[in-house]
């Protein structure tokens, strides 16, 4: 999508030494990529304690060996 934005000179100094981007452009993807991240991180943690998680991996790893060998 193509977007117009006008953003702080000082702003976007700062963004291209943080990133070690030359370009504005990827500077900015890069921020904005970090910035998704981030906020998706805060929501995994916000469910912290609210999920009932079993700890069942080796079970579920023998069904899946099993499965595969019923296959060959």
């Not at 910035?35 to 998706?40: F, S």
């Not at 304690?49 to 595969?68: A, Y």
Request: charged share 30%; hydrophobic share 35%.
């Amino acid at each position: 999508m193509r977007t117009t934005l006008t953003i702080d000179d000082a702003v976007i100094s700062q963004v291209l030494q943080t990133t070690g981007r030359s370009s504005p452009l990827d500077a900015i993807r890069d921020a904005l990529q970090s910035y998704l991240q981030q906020e998706k991180l805060k929501q995994v943690i916000a469910m912290r304690g609210k999920l009932d998680l079993q700890d069942n991996w080796r079970e579920l790893r023998k069904l899946d060996t099993l499965e595969t060998t019923k296959r060959k």
